[in-house]
Every structure is written in structure tokens, then in C-alpha cells.
């Protein structure tokens, strides 16, 4: 069973960085797109930034500029490195990938745990 383990959450000042990470607990056949979403307290999960074969890279407009997405195809890593943290990055991060475990089987839709980022003074 294929699942998605991030690392790298916790407890930063405003202004400072963290890097998440994600990758996969068993090797898959190929995957087209990995991202990062997050959610804060009472409200809806929302696209942070995202990597895929078809499109590039995309970001949230409220990161743009301040979070970097990057990806290891080859070992299914995907990392979000997140500078210039602001009180409103707050939230729990999940990382999400659409891949193929097996050649066979058709892409599906993964979500890892989730990993708590806070931001505060």
C-alpha cells in the first residue's frame, strides 16, 4: 500500500523558513503530478504550490514569491522550501500526489497525513 510521508513541520517566527518534505514508502511506477496543500483552522484545504508534467510548477498567489516547490522524479521526493513565513502560513500541510503504483493501474489520487507548520512570535 502505497503511502505519502511528509517531514519537516513545526514551529518558526515570522520571517524565518522551513522545508518540508514527501515521499513515498514504496517504490511506485511513475507519477504526473505532486503537490502541497494546506489547511488552516476552519477553513477549506487550499492548493499551496504544485508540480506536474503537464503544467509546470503553479503556487497560491499568497505564496508566490516567498515558497519554492521542487521535485525528485526519480525517487517520488517532492519538497516545498517556505521563506519569509507569515502568521497566516499557519496551517497543517499535506502532500498529494497523482500517481501509477503498478503500469497497470490507472493514476490515483494520494494524500499523505499531514504535517503542522505554525507561525508565530
Known amino acids: 500500500q502505497v503511502q505519502l510521508v511528509e517531514s519537516g513541520g513545526g514551529f518558526v517566527q515570522p520571517g524565518g523558513s522551513l522545508r518540508l518534505s514527501c515521499t513515498a514508502s514504496?517504490?511506485?511506477?511513475?507519477?504526473?503530478?505532486m503537490g502541497w496543500y494546506r489547511q488552516a483552522p476552519g477553513k477549506q484545504r487550499e492548493l499551496v504550490a504544485l508540480i506536474s508534467d503537464g503544467r509546470g510548477t503553479e503556487y497560491a498567489d499568497s505564496v508566490k514569491g516567498r515558497f519554492t516547490i521542487s521535485r525528485d522524479s526519480s525517487k517520488t521526493i517532492v519538497d516545498l522550501q517556505m521563506n519569509s513565513l507569515k502568521s497566516e502560513d499557519t496551517a497543517v500541510y499535506y502532500c498529494?500526489?497523482?500517481?501509477?503504483?503498478?503500469?497497470?493501474?490507472?493514476?490515483?489520487?494520494?494524500w499523505g497525513r499531514g504535517t503542522q507548520v505554525t507561525v508565530s512570535s
Open positions: 498529494n500526489a497523482h500517481l501509477r503504483p503498478y503500469s497497470w493501474q490507472p493514476y490515483v489520487n494520494f
Open positions: 514504496v517504490s511506485i511506477f511513475d507519477h504526473n503530478a
